[in-house]
């Protein structure tokens, strides 16, 4: 009870010398390690009759100690401390403590006293140091370890997962915190070390420590890091680009969802069973159509976590009969089989010469079947070609002889047109010049130009391997046409003679209708009387003396 009313007492004073008292404790922070700018009375200017400031301290025992004194009229001040202090020390013209080299040791009072003709006060301020927080961080495996260095006061270290703080259960977190005091500078360094038993939830969680002291709150995200699992699930994956086609090399890919992932497998191929080390994929080289089913992989240290996947091997076979060049005679038949084994539906195309054409059947050919035949069989990703070429032969036939005129009449153009294949030669029964001769399809021209010096029987002979083919024509002699005197027969005269008759006679019809006109006019007139002057010199004379007088009997 003595003790209390006792510090009740003190209790009391030191409420009345806040209230009415100047003697009031302010205090000031300050960095480790930086000067500590200590201010007199806050700052407010000084007394009017200033006569000197003087700076002292309360040291470790509770005895003052002085620091420095600066008279009103000098510029300069006088530093009294004899201890540390004394290299470290000055004031500014604002009359502030400048304590450079800040340490955990100037965590004291420091009283500013200001001393004027009519007063004497006292201003007492404490400091207090801190240090900037430095936070490391590390990770090994499922450690987490966070070091805030060299602090003041000492930081406290937290755990976050994903923002939420994490709480130590000596199971599957557990948070081991250390401290660390320098007794030489009093600064403490705090470390925390994070255990953590990951799951497979855990990929990507964010880890962060947060290390937490008076001046500042720092939180600092730890590197993610590699979280170990076991494989739950595998998964196995046919790489190919499109669908599976017989002799393709099919890889088989296993992917298990662990961490890390495993390094062997077992692959089952169709019943048998494979041990794959060190890589996840298995190759099935040249796949046959027999090689489709289903295929298996699992984990090799645990068989029952298993993966399945149904292969699908497209194929896809084409024969067709003819095939290479096939020889026909014009008007044989000629029966085309294709036949097609494939794995599902397969389009069919069939082109002639680059054009598509129907499936090809000829039952009478002709030359105009001839050409290359292709069909194409197709089904996703499986193309397969087969083709033949039609060659359609036949003995020469000829289809036309013909003659024409040339623009001089000495020569004649002769033209022998046969169809027949391979191409046949042209023979003439006549010496001839400037041959001219065609081939297509089957058809060849030949021409030739001829001066016939006789009325002559011109044979055309055509041939190949096959056969051959004659015909005549008859050619009447240039010479003769030559020797006529207009160049026209006799029976072209003969019917310009009958034009002109026809002409004669009805020029002579004509010229006998107008007189009759004429006359009828002429009696109808001297009838009526009605003649006009102009008229009657149409007339003559006599004509017009018979006139008057027919006019004066009527
Ligand atoms: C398949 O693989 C073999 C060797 O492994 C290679 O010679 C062949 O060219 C491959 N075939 C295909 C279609 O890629
Ligand atoms: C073709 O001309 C030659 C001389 O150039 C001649 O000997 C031959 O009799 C002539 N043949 C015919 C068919 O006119
Ligand atoms: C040729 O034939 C024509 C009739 O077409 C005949 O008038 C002529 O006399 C013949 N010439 C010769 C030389 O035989
Ligand atoms: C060609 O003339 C002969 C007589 O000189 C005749 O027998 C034959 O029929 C004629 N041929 C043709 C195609 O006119």
């Known amino acids: 009870s003595h003790k209390h009313l006792c510090f009740f007492i003190v209790a009391v004073f030191l409420m009345m010398s806040k209230v009415c008292n100047p003697l009031t404790v302010t205090y000031v922070t300050a960095l480790y390690g930086e000067t500590i700018v200590i201010p007199c009375n806050d700052g407010a200017p000084v007394p009017q009759h200033l006569m000197f400031v ?33 290299q470290r020390v000055s004031i500014d013209d604002k009359f502030n403590l400048l304590i450079t080299q800040a340490s955990l040791k100037d965590q004291k009072t420091f009283t500013c ?113 590699p979280i170990h699992y076991p494989s739950e699930k595998v998964s196995l994956q046919v790489m190919s680009k499109g669908p599976v086609v017989e002799g393709d090399n099919v890889t088989l890919k296993c992917h298990a969802d662990g961490n890390p992932p495993p390094s062997s497998f077992y692959f089952h191929l169709k019943g048998e069973k494979m041990l794959v080390q060190n890589s996840d994929t298995y190759t099935l080289n040249a796949i046959s159509r027999e090689a489709a089913g289903e295929y298996k992989c699992s984990l090799a240290d645990n068989e029952k976590v298993e993966a399945s996947q149904n292969i699908l091997v497209s194929y896809l076979d084409l024969s067709l009969s003819p095939t290479g060049k096939v020889l026909k005679t014009v008007g044989d038949s000629l029966s085309v089989k294709m036949e097609k084994i494939a794995s599902g539906d397969a389009t069919v195309l069939w082109t002639k010469n680059g054009k598509a054409v129907k ?40 289809t036309s002889l013909t003659e024409h005129s040339t623009g001089d009449a000495q020569h004649k153009v002769l033209t022998c047109e046969a169809e027949g294949v391979p191409e046949p030669s042209f023979q003439w029964s006549v010496n001839n010049t400037n041959e001219e001769s065609s081939y297509i399809n089957g058809k060849a021209t030949h021409k030739i130009t001829v001066i016939p010096r006789l009325n002559m029987t011109i044979t055309c002979t055509v041939s190949n391997k096959l056969g051959e083919d004659v015909m005549t024509i008859n050619v009447s002699s240039v010479f003769e046409e030559k020797n006529g005197k207009s160049g026209k027969n006799p029976q072209d005269d003969s019917k310009d003679q009958a034009k002109l008759i026809v002409g004669v006679v009805v020029g002579l019809l004509f010229a006998a209708a107008v007189v009759g006109l004429v006359y009828w006019l002429y009696i109808k007139n001297s009838r009526q009387g009605s003649w006009k002057t102009g008229e009657k010199e149409v007339g003559t004379s006599e004509e017009s003396k018979k006139l008057e007088e027919n006019n004066h009997t009527v």
């Not at 927080?133 to 060299?150: F, M, P, Q, R, S």
Request: glycine share 6%; hydrophobic share 40%; proline share 4%.
């Open 54 to 86: 003087k700076w002292k301290y309360e040291k470790d025992d509770g005895t003052p100690g002085d620091l420095l004194i600066k008279q009103a009229r000098n510029e300069q001040a006088t530093v009294q401390a004899t201890d540390s202090y004394a």
């Open 113 to 225: 006293m200001v001393v004027s003709h009519a007063n004497l006060m006292e201003f007492p301020v404490s400091v207090l140091v801190y240090s900037k927080l430095n936070i490391d961080t590390k990770h090994y495996n499922n450690l987490g370890t966070c070091v805030a260095a060299e602090a003041n006061p000492a930081a406290t270290i937290t755990w976050k997962k994903n923002g939420k703080a994490l709480v130590d259960d000596g199971k599957a977190i557990v948070i081991t915190p250390s401290l660390k005091l320098d007794p030489a500078t009093g600064l403490s360094t705090t470390s925390s070390t994070l255990q953590y038993a990951a799951t497979k939830e855990d990929v990507g969680a964010v880890f962060a420590c947060v290390s937490t002291h008076r001046l500042t709150s720092q939180e600092t995200e730890l590197e993610p890091f």
């Open 359 to 398: 499936e090809p059947e000829f039952s009478k050919l002709s030359y105009a079947d001839a050409g290359i035949f292709v069909c194409e069989v197709s089904l996703t990703g499986l193309t397969r070609h087969q083709s033949f070429e039609l060659v359609v032969e036949g003995k020469p036939v000829i």
